[in-house]
């Protein structure tokens, strides 16, 4: 059987056929946010991008959106944003509305560490994904594992100590 494409993998949606996701975890801020104000309220950012499936192959697609960086900023993540140490131990946990789901950490969007131009697309090869629901795009990743479409919820907060 083989996985369902992007456009049937869709976020949740309210009776005007609009996507919407939720911004939590250790956060001071959580919030939810349709597409439109992902469009309308943070700067949007372009990336054009070559990722390789491993069931269909490499996919080429120009996205366009707002910094993930940016919006979860805007949520106010629980730790010190003047201790490097402390935004070092958060996660990203990122889920599609399929159940797909992927990590990543803060660290890699800290200009601070490595600082790559990951986006919460609002636009898809020109059109728009307010039906859909946004995509992650991580353009400095050479799979697509990553990219989760339809995405329903993102989640943030610091790993605790492991040996605990
Ligand atoms: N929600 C969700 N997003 C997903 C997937 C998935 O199964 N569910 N598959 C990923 C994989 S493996 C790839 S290669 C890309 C493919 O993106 P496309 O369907 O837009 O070509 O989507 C990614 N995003
Ligand atoms: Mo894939």
Redesign the pocket.
Known sequence: MS????AS?TAPTSSTGTASFTVCGDVAEPFTLTVAELRAGWQQHRAEVT?D??T?GP?H?RFEGALLYDVIRAAEPGFDPRRRKDRARFLLAVS???G?HTVLSWAEIDQDFSGSPILLATRLDGHGLDTAGSQLVVPTDR???R????ITTIWTGACGDLTA
């Open positions: 996985r369902p494409s992007a993998r990722f499936c491993a269909s996919q697609h599609g509305g399929d797909h799979c697509g594992a990219y989760i479409s339809a």
